[in-house]
């Protein structure tokens, strides 16, 4: 069974949009799930606009979206910060970022499935981050990006049978987006000092994780499953120096 159309969450901005275009170079269709489209002009592309925070909305798209396309692949890329310290965190914003980077995920890959298990082919990528490690203020964060690598495994036992494989891609710092741009703007000169603390001096760019997904989503990476490939340039290993 050849790759044929993946859904791609959060593709109208920043990292999201580049893995869109990646893959349509790679000769895929994608179907974008974000609340604002992506301006491609390509016709591998379909946007539908969808809050993935509206679990009943979701449920609708992901079943309209399984029914009309023949769904190979799902990377599941959208996602927010909350920041806050611990003595602030609210549980509401918990709830939120549950809904958006786990609840959304299990709703979208239970309804392309059965598909995938027909064809006993597929690609499943969860973006999740660095600051699963740990960083300050992102108690709600960290949470939910870790409960995604776990479930990630998990998926990866249960569906390996069937010829679909479940990874993780974990980012760094990521300059061109506007999760970044809201936390360091462009202009900032905390850019230079960020950069010169990452092992291969320099920030990460959307097309660095783009690069990783397209790997782990193409149709010779059957035999990687259940691992978190950390797109960092170094940033998540020990800074201890004697
Ligand atoms: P971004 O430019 O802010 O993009 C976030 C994307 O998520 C947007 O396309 C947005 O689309 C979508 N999104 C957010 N909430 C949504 C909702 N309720 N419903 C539908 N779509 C929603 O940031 P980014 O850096 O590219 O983020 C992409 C992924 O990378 C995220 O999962 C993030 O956690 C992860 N990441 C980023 C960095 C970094 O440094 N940038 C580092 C580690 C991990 P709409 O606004 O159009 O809905």
């Not at 069974?1 to 920043?14: K, Q, Y």
């Not at 009943?56 to 992901?62: M, N």
């Not at 064809?119 to 740990?134: D, E, H, N, P, Y």
């Amino acid at each position: 069974m050849a790759h044929d159309t993946i859904i791609v969450t959060g593709g109208s901005t920043g990292i999201g949009a580049a893995i869109c275009a990646h893959l349509i170079e790679q000769g895929l269709n994608v179907v974008n799930l974000s609340r604002r489209p992506l301006a491609l002009g390509s016709h591998q592309l379909v946007n539908v606009e969808l809050d993935l925070s509206d679990r009943a909305a979701v449920q609708e798209a992901a079943s309209e979206v399984s029914q009309n396309h023949t769904i190979t692949g799902l990377v599941h890329n959208a996602g927010l910060i909350r920041p806050d310290l611990l003595e602030s965190v609210s549980l509401s914003d918990f709830d939120y970022l549950s809904e958006v980077h786990i609840a959304a995920a299990i709703t979208l890959a239970q309804a392309v499935l059965p598909g995938m298990k027909a064809r006993q082919f597929g690609r499943i990528v969860l973006i999740t981050s660095r600051a699963a490690l740990g960083l300050e203020t992102r108690t709600s964060y960290s949470a939910t990006k870790s409960g995604m690598m776990g479930m990630a495994r998990t998926w990866a036992l249960e569906l390996g049978p069937h010829g679909i494989t479940v990874n993780t891609v974990a980012p760094g710092p990521i300059q061109d987006t506007e999760m970044f741009e809201a936390v360091v703007p462009p202009d900032s000169e905390k850019l230079a000092t960020l950069a010169a603390g990452i092992p291969v001096q320099r920030l990460g760019r959307s097309q660095d994780v783009a690069h990783a997904v397209g790997f782990l989503a193409d149709e010779a990476s059957g035999f990687i499953t259940g691992q978190t490939l950390m797109v960092c340039g170094g940033a998540s290993l020990g800074s201890l120096s004697l």
